[in-house]
């Protein structure tokens, strides 16, 4: 089965800064990959996903994460973060051999932007 | 496009009393559809899935219950709710592995 560990539980970024999270997965094959993004009291919004070939992945709203096998990790990052990307972010895993497309989901990691 | 909605968006239940939440899906037919919870400062954890009409999968043991009478209708239940039952719940529509999500359900256990 695939899990899926985001080490760090709460960041906090100045506006205009870089931000890096991290996401780690355990899976036997080469997985699907996904990060989405809650905002307080809402759904969540993919923000990128990586299925295979680049390796580095452009999503939305400035977003971009790349995938690296020998370390099994999907770091996201933004080069400069705006306050409205204060939110909570997760990074999932689907098995690519699983045809029901269920998603493994981190524990999320909480984006606090300062000014 | 294919939307997918949630209701209700808050509620607050008192201890053993029932829970009916429910989700729809438009703009596609024969969806996989999936109940996570979300609670407290934590990740989301899958509850159900279904691939079909009448065809549930139970990913964890729990006081709750789904059922898919229709194809693009998922309802969680429970007949008697536990403290532990709040959080927030989301529904999700699976297609080719990527998942689209509800605006979720904010359920507090009284």
């Known amino acids: 089965a695939q899990s899926v560990t985001q080490p760090d539980i709460h960041i906090t970024v100045s506006e205009g800064a870089s931000l890096e999270l991290r996401c780690n997965y355990s899976?036997?094959?080469?997985?699907?990959l996904f990060w989405y993004v809650q905002s307080p009291g809402q759904g969540l919004q993919l923000l990128l996903k990586?299925?295979?070939?680049?390796?580095l992945v452009q999503g939305i709203k400035g977003f971009e994460a790349e995938f690296k096998r020998s370390q099994s990790s999907f770091n996201l990052r933004k080069p400069s973060v705006h306050w409205s990307d204060a939110a909570e972010y997760f990074c999932?895993?689907?098995?690519?051999?699983?045809?029901?497309?269920?998603?493994?989901f981190g524990a999320g990691t909480q984006v606090v932007v300062t000014p | 496009s294919q939307t997918i909605h949630q209701w209700p968006a808050t509620l607050v239940q008192p201890v053993g009393s029932p829970l009916s939440l429910e989700c729809t899906v438009e703009?596609?037919?024969?969806?996989?559809l999936y109940w996570y919870r979300q609670a407290a400062g934590r990740g989301l954890q899958l509850l159900f899935y279904?691939?079909?009409?009448?065809?549930i999968s139970s990913e964890v043991p729990q006081n709750l219950s789904a059922s898919r009478p229709q194809d693009r209708q998922f309802i969680l239940s429970s007949k008697k709710l536990l403290l532990s039952d709040s959080g927030f719940y989301l529904c999700?529509?699976?297609?080719?592995?990527?998942?689209?999500f509800g605006q979720g359900t904010r359920l507090t256990v009284v």
């Open positions: 279904s691939v079909g009409i009448g065809q």
């Open positions: 999932a895993v689907g098995a690519t051999t699983d045809s029901w497309g269920k998603l493994q």
């Open positions: 990586y299925f295979s070939g680049d390796t």
């Open positions: 899976y036997g094959a080469t997985p699907y």
């Open positions: 999700a529509w699976v297609m080719n592995t990527e998942a689209f």
């Open positions: 703009g596609t037919s024969n969806p996989n």
